[in-house]
């Protein structure tokens, strides 16, 4: 069995313990101790890092009774050996666990939401709350008072007690283990089952700044961060504001009018130049159209390709030609990939599907479509012409010319 120490302070960094057992895992090495400040993952939030007996400590798992240390190498021989926390990633997460107490605390005192489950993530935290939604004034409000119970720098405080009296505490929700329970009271405002790492005093985790929410499987996910994090979420808000107000040229006020004139702007020009590039294109098809040779019963055989063209805008063009007049159109474009767009005027009885099979073999690539309209696309760009050129053999045979 292995003492957590952090249970007892959740401050303590530096300590040393005897090893009970070190063997080998796969490519990194185990470590039992009789004594651990290493926080196991556990409750939704990550284990600690840092070096023990000289390795560095890349995991660490609660099996049982035990807490195994994995390790990157065997550590340090002696009857003692030495571990120490990370301190800035244990600070982090006692702002996170402990901000997350008090949001959550919040928002079953104003909204009756209870937390199913909390996750302390890289970037930002996450509680599912039992309420399918919530509107803004809901999540600022939450966002308050938790903030004011911070301001209030409250005692936070861990103790232990036996499942007969931890029933007969105000816990926020049952516990989920069996046995004796460890208990975090935020003075006055909450009191939680919970074997997490926890600020001495609200004051601590410095601010709670809720990022948004997002429904999930019926429950509400809220997204939010603490502390250190809280600080430079909001430095990079402000950053990204003013690198904003500086492009659009006005007032952090007007910036949603600004760019709602710019965004209106954008979707002006964008119809503009759609129109401008179909008309190009129809003029396109008409030259096209025009300068193709005739083949057998009087139909026009239109074959070329064309650089730089991608395959939405080829397929329009192989229609646009196909309404010209009675005609059969083989067209191949070598944008980033090869594509091909095969279209016949109505009344022409040929199924081109059977065209591009060989065709698309040339491109290396796949396509499709009906009888009258197919596409493929392919990664081998310099088969186009010879794709092209198999795909007029079997038209022209086809047409009996």
Partial sequence: ????????????????????????????????????????????????????????????????????????????????????????????????????????????????????????????????????????????????????????????????????????????????????????????????????????????????????????KGLLRVSFVCGGRALLAARRKGRLLEALRGAAGTSEPELPAAFGRLRAEGERLRKAHQETSEALLAYEARELFAAAPGAAGGTKLVVKTLDGREMKELSWLADRIAREGRCVVLLGGRGERASLAFVRSEGIDLDLRKALEPAAREIEGKGGGRPNFVQAGGSRREGVEAALAAARAWVAAALGG
């Fill in 1 to 216: 069995m292995t003492q957590r120490l952090f249970f007892e302070n959740a401050y303590l960094t530096e300590f040393e313990a005897r090893p009970l057992r070190v063997q080998r895992e796969g490519e990194r090495t185990a470590v039992v101790l009789d004594a651990t400040a290493f926080y196991p993952t556990s409750g939704g939030q990550p284990h600690d890092l840092g070096e023990l007996g000289g390795a560095r400590v890349l995991n660490v798992e609660e099996r049982g009774a035990e807490i195994v240390h994995l390790l990157d190498r065997a550590p340090d021989s002696g009857p003692v050996l030495r571990g120490r926390v990370d301190p800035d990633r244990r600070r982090d997460h006692r702002e996170q666990h402990s901000g997350q107490h008090l949001l959550s605390a919040a928002f079953v005192q104003l909204a009756r939401a209870e937390t199913s489950s909390f996750h302390l993530g890289a970037e930002e935290c996450t509680i599912d709350l039992s309420r399918p939604a919530l509107g803004p004034d809901d999540l600022d409000a939450a966002e308050d008072l938790a903030n004011r119970i911070v301001r209030e720098c409250r005692p936070v405080r861990p103790t232990i007690h036996s499942a007969a009296e931890a029933k007969a505490l105000p816990l926020r929700k049952p516990p989920a283990v069996e046995g004796d329970v460890r208990v975090v009271t935020v003075e006055g405002f909450d009191v939680s089952a919970c074997g997490g790492t926890h600020v001495a005093r609200t004051g601590e985790v410095g601010q709670i700044r809720v990022l948004g929410a997002e429904k999930t």
